[in-house]
């Protein structure tokens, strides 16, 4: 099953996170089959390719919690 969720990166203590769709499977940091945006906790930025993931969600991918609570924060703010 493909799911659509976050990939750490970034310094110790300055994480940094990639909205990634991957192998449920494969660990968190694994080769990601394409990268659908970016997150960083810290500023509490973050910019998502809807596009892109509306698209995987046709296909069948499923978001994790975390990754549909980010993305319905930040389409509400703008």
Known sequence: MI????????R????SYRIITIDSRKKRDG???EELGFYNPLTKQG?????LINKRLKQGAQ???K????INKIQTQD
């Open 3 to 10: 799911k659509i969720r976050l990939k750490r990166f970034g």
């Open 12 to 15: 110790k203590k300055q994480p």
């Open 31 to 33: 080769k990601a089959i």
């Open 47 to 51: 910019k998502f390719n809807i596009k």
């Open 63 to 65: 978001m994790t919690p």
């Open 67 to 70: 990754v549909y609570y980010l």
